[in-house]
């Protein structure tokens, strides 16, 4: 590990808290609004090792909100593009790329029980409870985005047990589902904001499946509700995704706000 690099970051998390997300393995499935901006704070936080999960490639409509997106990048395979970024950042990170679209039936193709967190970005709720299922059997931990799409006031994101959510659709729907698995527990990230009603689908022309993460749901993926496609911006995905890398950091190191204070 580079450390000149990561010397701002260890005045703030010490040596010891370094080492462990040096040593630290996470797996992100969805890289879009959310899931791009997760991967970024965690790589420049000196994680050591990630895991990137998309089928998805990078579409015109995906420039107003994913980090990966740009017009040189259009057409290109999401993890690849977040691959070389990633290493543009820190060469020494191990990126284990994923070009898959994680549902149920795919869903042996991960061995759940080699990484040290587990973040969750997609949107389709079949996903996301086998995710979460899966997290939860192996007793490691686990983060999932709740519906980001709709919204315009970031500073109405919270982190929250999924029992302790209100407002928010898709939380609701998780509640109830997590419940019936008796899956107790889970850390979200979810919006205490109404949602406002999409003005009109005409911007939508493009062929276009770029809403495959956590900041909206894709009516044209199966396992997701049949909905229209969401409103986003370039400011709440985003910071729903820096507040899950935060919350991953300080779950590895163990590190607390309070810890600052202490002698």
């Given at each position: 590990m580079n450390t000149n690099q990561f010397a701002r970051t260890r005045l703030t998390f010490g040596k010891d808290n370094m080492e462990k997300l040096y040593n630290a393995r996470v797996i992100i499935f969805g890289i879009g609004g959310v899931g791009s901006y997760a991967v970024e704070a965690l790589v420049r936080s000196g994680i050591g090792a990630i895991d990137i999960v998309d089928d998805d490639k990078i579409c015109l409509s995906n420039l107003n909100r994913q980090l990966f997106a740009l017009q040189s990048t259009i057409g290109k395979d999401k993890v690849d593009v977040a691959e070389e970024r990633i290493h543009d950042i820190n060469p020494d990170c191990k990126v284990t790329k994923w070009?898959?679209?994680?549902?149920?039936?795919?869903?042996?193709?991960f061995d759940f029980s080699q990484y040290d967190y587990i973040v969750d970005c997609i949107d389709t709720v079949t996903g996301k409870l086998e995710i979460i299922t899966r997290a939860k059997a192996l007793k490691k931990p686990v983060i999932s985005c709740m519906g980001a799409g709709n919204k315009v006031d970031p500073t109405k994101l919270k982190v929250a047990d999924i029992t302790r959510t209100s407002v928010?659709?898709?939380?609701?729907?998780?509640?109830?589902?997590?419940?019936?698995?008796?899956?107790?527990?889970?850390?979200?990230?979810?919006?205490?904001?109404?949602?406002i009603t999409p003005k009109s689908n005409e911007a939508n022309d493009e062929t276009d499946t770029g809403f495959e993460d956590a900041s909206g749901i894709t009516p044209a993926r199966k396992g997701s509700p049949k909905k229209q496609?969401?409103?986003?911006?370039?400011?709440?995905?985003?910071?729903a995704g820096m507040i899950i890398a935060a919350e991953v950091v300080k779950d590895l190191t163990q590190f607390h706000v309070t810890d600052l204070f202490k002698e």
């Open positions: 070009k898959t679209f994680f549902m149920p039936d795919t869903a042996n193709l928010c659709p898709l939380a609701r729907v998780m509640r109830n589902e997590l419940k019936k698995r008796r899956i107790k527990r889970l850390k979200v990230v979810f919006s205490t904001e109404t949602a496609t969401p409103g986003s911006n370039a400011f709440v995905p985003s910071v």
